[in-house]
């Protein structure tokens, strides 16, 4: 096999484009290995931990062409790039193509329906001028960028505040507006409940187990994971809060985020109950999961769902520690909360306890040392120049293979969501990798458990079914809600945790 790496000086493309481009380049006949990235720090030490040697002149508005070659011929890779790159950025031809597009937010703007909701997605340093000018015309905006100051957003918000403008976001992966999905949304049915979420992945925990349960939504309003921090205060969750209490189409609506600071949910819980509509409450904290508020949500609307669905068999673990390897970042804070329950320490890059912290090089050198590790693969230190990992799964996969062939991992947790704008096929790229992980453990001489939580629903386009089917045909014990899938893995590392749960009602 040989390596090679060409540096294009100034050329550019967005990190869901170059996905694309390096999954048709891996593809073609003798290519063992590509990729196709802009030469972001991020990108750069993800190259370096697959075996490339990138040249140091290397900059971020330089794109870098990596490719690992088997019997390929270069220069037919090489054109294979350029076919690819000119055939994903050719731009669709919709009606009159004689009518250029608006260059700016402020001139798309100018043309736009009075209730249009503006949807920005740059990058995060651009992200905070093309908002205000949302807010500024008196916008609903959804900013799905994320690595936007903190600054930035308090002063988007409070802006917005002044105008009665709802902000979601920055960083807002998931939404449901006027019955249409933004975002990486499941396909959901119209229904009573109201969502107010300062989670991507924690509001589509919640509308999976709701369809599964047969009850659809009148609204997801997505605020950023950052709305109920102490800096910003939940500015867009009262806003978001106020919009459903007007809207005639919620009955009940539930609040969902990661931890919380304790002051800023102690001020959204008094302007809860201010409230005509009910407004339940999920936020995370010790004791309590997304499924257990969503199980008291459906009992307010004397809904009594069957048992959450589950795919495979369960399986017996050796012993080792827990790696749980997340694309959801309140997903990843669920499973730390529960786990921290029964195990002593959890690293973690997003860690709830800050001496436990990984350093983001740390994970993408999988210098993970040997205690239970947590990872969220879609923090903003791993998304700088690539796309958000529920697209572009490399970084976790090697984690995989790595978990596979480290003697002191017993058992894997992860997360697989469906929706809109997601891996179209995940069950396609993350089956076979978990084959290999648990095949390379059998080499070892040891059995390496997988445990996934997969989140979607019924009409997702994925097919939640038959996702569910392709991953335990693989060896993985799959559950839709993932507070069931951590204590069943915990349970896999410390037997004791498996009794408590047997006892409380809860599979082994």
Not at 347 to 375: Q, Y
Request: net charge negative.
């Amino acid at each position: 096999m040989t390596d090679h790496v060409r540096i294009r000086s100034g050329a550019y493309a967005d990190s869901v484009t170059l996905l694309q481009v390096s999954k048709r380049v891996a593809a073609f006949a003798g290519v063992v290995d590509a990729q196709v990235a802009m030469a972001t720090g991020l990108n750069l030490e993800t190259l370096a931990a697959m075996g490339f040697d990138v040249p140091p002149e290397a900059t971020p508005n330089d794109m870098v062409v990596a490719v690992r070659l088997d019997g390929a011929v270069l220069d037919d890779v090489l054109d294979e790039v350029d076919a690819a790159l000119d055939e994903v950025s050719r731009p669709a031809v919709d009606g009159d193509a004689t009518v250029a597009p608006p260059r700016t937010t402020a001139s798309a703007l100018r043309g736009a329906p009075a209730d249009a909701v503006v949807l920005v997605s740059v990058p995060g340093a651009s992200a905070f001028v093309e908002a205000m000018d949302a807010v500024e015309a008196g916008h609903d905006v959804m900013v799905f960028s994320d690595n936007v100051p903190v600054a930035q957003e308090v002063t988007l918000k409070s802006a917005a505040a002044g105008r009665d403008v709802l902000v979601m976001g920055p960083d807002c992966g998931t939404a449901v507006v006027g019955g249409v999905g933004l975002g990486f949304a499941n396909v959901v049915r119209p229904g009573p409940v109201g969502i107010v979420a300062a989670s991507g992945t924690g509001t589509q925990q919640v509308l999976a187990l709701l369809d599964q349960a047969g009850v659809g939504v009148s609204a997801a309003l997505g605020v950023g994971g950052r709305d109920l921090s102490a800096a910003v205060g939940g500015l867009s969750t009262r806003t978001a809060l106020a919009r459903l209490d007007d809207d005639p189409a919620t009955s009940h609506v539930l609040v969902v985020s990661k931890p919380p600071a304790p002051q800023v949910a102690a001020s959204i819980e008094a302007y809860a109950e201010s409230l005509a509509v009910p407004v339940e409450l999920a936020l995370l904290a010790p004791g309590t999961d997304l499924t257990l508020r969503t199980e008291a949500l459906l009992d307010s609307l004397g809904v009594r769902p069957e048992p959450w669905r589950r795919w495979g068999q369960p399986e017996e673990a050796g012993p080792g520690r827990l790696c749980g390897l997340f694309v959801g970042g309140t997903l990843c804070d669920e499973a730390m909360l529960i786990a921290s329950e029964h195990l002593d320490e959890i690293r973690s890059n997003i860690p709830l306890d800050g001496g436990l912290g990984l350093d983001p090089a740390a994970v993408l050198a999988g210098d993970l040392g040997d205690a239970h590790v947590m990872i969220d693969f879609g923090d903003d230190a791993l998304t700088v120049g690539r796309a958000h990992p529920m697209i572009d799964p490399t970084l976790r996969l090697g984690a995989l293979r790595r978990a596979g062939t480290d003697p002191s991992t017993a058992a894997v947790l992860l997360d697989v969501v469906l929706g809109h704008g997601a891996e179209p096929d995940p069950g396609a790229v993350l089956a076979p990798a978990i084959e290999a992980a648990r095949q390379a453990a059998a080499d070892g001489g040891r059995i390496l458990a997988v445990v996934v939580t997969l989140v979607g629903t019924s009409s997702d386009p994925q097919g939640l079914e038959r996702q569910g089917e392709a991953l335990a045909a693989a060896g993985a014990y799959v559950f839709s809600s993932n507070a069931e899938a951590t204590r069943h893995a915990v349970g896999l590392v410390a037997p004791a945790a498996a009794r408590t749960a047997t006892t409380a009602g809860e599979a082994p």
